[in-house]
């Protein structure tokens, strides 16, 4: 409508760069451009003149170079005699690591306190609450340091624990960490390796064609016994078959240690159960507003369809529930992530603690290790977010 | 849009309150403001730690008010801020504190790749090894396959790797971020072996309830020269530093202590303890300070014997023996380069 | 054939039998809500076992058996094995206020009650004179930081170097809260703008805070700021922190009220521009005060999270309550002593969190009664 007003453009004024509609908005964006981009200049031209100043020079180099420190827990092979950037790819893994079971247990973890938190059972959801309400309200950093702490006092010293094994010879739980067997690989592993992947292919089919067949005659199979079974038995026959290529590697007693066997340290247990139980008590607090937000209406058609309760809860209302609770459930999973960076308190040495700890001090690199760990980061955050939002569109409700 | 402008304007007045451009003189800064800026330990035993009334005590802590004392005539107008081995060397470099007194080893790359300079050396310590008694370990040769609890951030981590890669041993270490968490994890059996600087082991076994139970190795793996330090490119500010800390030494030599050192002044017929203590000669001036600067800073904490004894010494729980650290008089290594 | 048989119809009603023995009282409140099904009463006894086996334990070591007076660790360990609180009673007043002056206590103090008279008009929406008392909530800040550092006008200065305990995390907290709400205001309505270029500028930099870990921000803050800094211009350390946590929480601030923005009904947007508003006065004088309104809860609990984030400080070395352990540890007479350090820094922060998230679960059920 402003349009027909508009004067011709020969008699174009300075002023309706703020004044038109049709400028400002340009006008806006160009100063908000220009003002984050000096901003940004400003920075970077600083920090080359400083780094300048102190002698200092902007390069990647020092990652080559021998890191010179060992490491408690990894995922992959390193020693003091590697490079910076396999301590940084240690760290990385580490990080993920922990994010990742402390993900999957505290989800475990949440969704049972959140159901338990609205049975109606007095105690259990009074409990529940006291769970929830203890947790959230504490700084996670103490907890960490509180959960390593009752750890390192609680659990038996190694020589106290082999005379107490969990399992005699094979599982043991020390303030050090637990031992569990390890898996000596020889050739044709691979065999097996491929098998159990078929298995888990052929687990799919299986469950797409048992749904297929329940919605056509309504028969319902023991889904769990033969998935069991289907992931069992052919790796075992390959197993057999190609002779026993793995062994297992039982821990036994040292020196000082056990040795041998698979160890998972204190502090990355500490630090997993500390992020279980206090992003635990976040998705519960989501599941409980995901599940009081389906309607009554929807567990009480169930009921009368003769659904029982648990069945209810899984076939009708989670299901729903799930909608509402995927969004806040994903900033959950990031919110782990970062906060899997706490790890330094207890020495558990993940990304912050190798790239942005150890090697930044020895090498006095700030500049490039903080850039590589935040960037580092940013790619794990974007990267988590973008795969569960495309989860979140598939399982959306779709209309309109 | 009221609730915007107020941060803002909030923002800007906090700014301007705090905002402070260093100048060329830190001696300049420092009277100008009428407070010593020095960063000390976040906490270990002995060396810097919080009294009932909030107070930082300590050898690192007393060293500081010595300075404060030279410069500024009152052992109390320092301001402390904490460092841990991370954020240290920062906070020096970026003129947030004046003087970094914080069991600091003295080495080429901290010398020369982050331009400090060291201001003497107010403690010569060794990386040494901890144990129980009960492990029968007589050795540091006999420890492969230990774990070992490490202070990350610190010149111990490779001193450590470089021993036992030489000795072609193993180890698991369990990094720690400070001497309180090291003393925690090895009372708790979480290590089997401590490694610091013999002087922190010292100082946590004093603390255990059965410090006989604990033994401290024979072996020493490294040169650990601790010492307080300054930005290059002041060299005033490092003179007067460097002469705090050596008129703190001069003066045990010379049997100057808090307590006498004002009779010291009147009655002393030794020339070296007059130019010393200002009572002739022109010596303070000529660094930018008053002639009596040594025995200010004397007078506050007395002299490098007195202020170990009060923190470190055997009357302590740290119970150190001088050792090393003795003057050189007594045998030691700490030799003061002659006041003249 | 109804005819020849004579129904029996009562006159009256029936006396009302009392409910069945067993579905009311007592008995019937535990039989339906403790042992309603086998699974029931597995979980009542699971829990009722945890209680009985957790509770009295920390009860003994907490109050029955804990020493109040002695003058070090060994002293407590000898009068008993409980809790031995004689170290928050000889240093309560560090883990409150730090290491500032003892004798201008009250200065903090008074900004603390302040603080909360600046709130009152803040969170009670009906109070009479509110216009009045909200200028007085928006000159807090100010008024808060004169009393704390002080340095003019008849207040002694106090460093930042002072600063400590819960003293700390108060101003951490209230300042980046206080700070980052019009920020991420702005932010929030940069992103739900139409103009490409803010909008992508909004969104590079809230992706950005939020998909790295606070504690890299602090480090940045700690190592690398002054870098970024013209040479020679040095800003105080709680400053600089105060600007990392504002940063930090104003993407989530912003996140939280875009989710307000988007939750008001599309009408409300095109009721405004039927009225011929402008961008501005629409935002001002419909969409934001409704936006913010829906927003309350999401907000309290930023400020919940950020509250307990400060103690992140203490790994770049400032003392707020979890850092001041080491440098007590440090004094010879308490090494040793760390459950009762960290029970009472725990309940600290326990009161005042779970107080926030209470207002907001209050909030939560007031709002939820208006338009959804």
Known sequence: MSASTVPADNSFQFSQLWRDARYRSYTIQIIALVVVLSVVMMLISNAVENLEALGKDFNFGFLSEPAGYDIGQMLVEYSAASAHWKAALVGLLNTLLVALLACVSATVLGVFAGILRLSNNWVVSRLMAVYIEGVRNVPLLLQILAWYAVFIHVLPTPKQALKAPVIEGAVYATNRGFYVPGLTLSNGYLFVVGALLASVAGIFVFRKWARKRQEETGQILPLGLISLGLLIVPAALVYFAVGMPIALDYPIAGRFNLQGGLKVGTPLIALWFALSIYSGAFIAEIVRAGIMAISKGQSEAASALGLRPNRTMSLVVLPQALRIIIPPMISNYLNITKNSSLAIAVGYMDLTGTLGGITLNQTGREMECMLLLMATYLVISLSISGVMNAYNESVKLKGR | MKKMILPVALGAAFAAASFSVASAGTLEDVKERGKLRCAVSTGLAGFSYTDENGKWQGFDVDYCRAVAAAVLGDADAVEFSPATGKTRFTMLASGEVDILSRNTTWTFSRDVDLKFTFLGVSYYDGQGFMVKKSLGVNSAKELDGATVCIQTGTTTELNLSDYFTAEGMSYEPLAIETNTEGRQNYLADACDVYTTDASGLAASRATFENAADHIILPEIISKEPLGPLVRHGDDQWADIGRWVLNAMKISEEKGITAANVDDMAANSKDPEVKRLLGVSGEMGASIGLDNDFALQAIKAVGNYGEVFERHLGTETKVNLARGLNASWTEGGLQYAPPFR | ?372
């Open chain 3, 1 to 372: 054939m109804s005819d020849n048989s004579v129904a029996f119809v009562a006159t009256s009603d029936k006396p009302q039998l009392p409910a069945p023995q067993g579905t009311t009282g007592a008995v019937g409140w535990v039989r339906q809500n403790l042992f309603s099904s086998s699974l029931n009463t597995v979980l009542t006894l699971l829990s009722i076992f945890v209680v009985f086996s957790v509770v009295p334990g920390i009860v003994d070591w907490a109050f029955v058996k804990s020493v109040w007076n002695a003058n070090s660790l060994d002293e407590c360990r000898q009068i008993s094995d409980g809790a031995c609180w004689a170290v928050v009673r000889e240093r309560y007043n560090q883990f409150l206020f730090g290491f500032y002056p003892t004798e201008l206590y009250w200065r903090p103090i008074l900004a603390f009650v302040l603080l909360f008279v600046a709130l009152v008009p803040a969170l009670w929406d009906n109070m009479p004179g509110r216009g009045k008392a909200l200028i007085f909530s928006m000159a807090y800040p100010f008024v808060a930081f004169y009393l704390i550092w002080g340095g003019f006008g008849g207040l002694e200065y106090v460093s930042s170097s002072q600063l400590g305990g819960l003293l700390l995390t108060m101003i951490i907290g209230v300042a980046g809260i206080s700070f980052s709400l019009p920020i991420g205001i702005i932010l929030a309505l940069s992103r739900s703008s139409n103009l490409p270029i803010v909008k992508s500028l909004a969104v590079i930099f809230i992706e950005f805070i939020r998909g790295v870990p606070l504690i890299t921000l602090l480090f940045v803050a700690h190592v690398l700021l002054n870098y970024f800094l013209p040479k020679g211009v040095n800003f105080d350390i709680v400053l600089r922190v105060v600007i990392m946590v504002t940063l930090f929480a104003s993407a989530y601030m912003a996140e939280v009220i875009r989710g307000g923005l988007a939750a008001l009904p599309k009408g409300q947007y095109e009721a405004a521009d039927a009225l011929g508003l402008g961008y501005w006065q629409s935002m001002r004088l419909i969409i934001l005060p409704q936006a913010l309104k829906i927003s309350i809860p999401g907000i309290v609990n930023t400020f919940i999270g950020l509250f307990k984030d400060t103690t992140l400080v203490l790994i770049i070395g400032l003392m707020d309550p979890l850092g001041l352990v080491a440098p007590t540890l440090g004094d010879q007479r308490w090494n040793g002593i760390v459950v009762e350090l960290y029970a009472f820094i725990a309940f600290m922060f326990f009161i005042f969190c779970f107080a926030m998230s209470r207002y907001s679960m209050y909030l939560e059920r007031k709002l939820h009664t208006g338009h959804r």
